[in-house]
């Protein structure tokens, strides 16, 4: 992570002194680029692997697309690339009052459940 004063430092130096400046900032800040692109490509390695985890551990609580009624539902489930789970329940909210009293009501049952 830069700090401010590195970043002008760095803008300074290359308005200043371009002929010393570019060649220093591609030399140093290449090697940190690519330590951090690695750093980024192996933290979405893990998150893959950790995605992959929890969905072969919810396999246990999907429910069969055939079995899920109406069919549109399993149409939208196979467009979305999701599966439903047992134990939830899908309502599509249209207006935006209704949305708002779904969500709160949602809230307050969460909170009254969650013992």
Known sequence: MRTAQGTIARIVGLEDF?????????????RRFESHSE?????LVNHR???HR?????????????RILPKRLADFAAIT???YL????L???IDGVETF???????????????
Do not use: H, M, Y
Not at 19 to 29: A, E, H, Q, S, V
Not at 39 to 43: L, T
Not at 54 to 66: G, N, P, T, Y
């Open 54 to 66: 929890v969905r072969d551990a919810i396999k246990l609580f999907q429910i069969e697309r055939s």
């Open 101 to 115: 009293d779904a969500i709160l009501a949602g809230i307050a049952t969460a909170g009254k459940n969650r013992l």
């Open 91 to 93: 309502r599509l909210l």
């Open 18 to 30: 371009p002929i010393l400046g570019l060649p220093l900032l591609w030399f140093f800040g290449s």
């Open 39 to 43: 750093a980024r490509r192996q933290k």
């Open 49 to 51: 692997c950790e995605i």
């Open 81 to 83: 690339g999701e599966e």
């Open 86 to 89: 047992r134990g939830n329940q």
